[in-house]
């Protein structure tokens, strides 16, 4: 017959298990470019509606894209930015603005 191990099952099971490593996913920025035709307010619109920013601070973002030529919108999962690229891509289509869209890893 087997030797059995005194010290407690729980004590044992609670002893041997490892903590899976769980690595955060990469950060990607969803990037507005400025252009001479997409109206101010356009990009304002786009910036509440898809990236939930609110009026200051969707017109703060609006203007550094103005001025600077390029803006981040905001910052995503691979899957979630891919989406909100195709998704103001195509309503600045749409909406006949030549808007463009991009994402890049952080």
Known sequence: MAKQDPTPVHERDLA???KPKVERPRL???LLHN???TTQEFVVYILMKFFHHDADTATKIMLHVHTKGIGVAGVFT???AETKVAQ???FARQHQHPLQCTMEKE
């Open 16 to 18: 041997t298990v490892d």
């Open 28 to 30: 990607y920025e969803v």
């Open 35 to 37: 252009d001479d035709y």
């Open 78 to 80: 691979y899957e979630v």
């Open 88 to 90: 103001v891509m195509d």
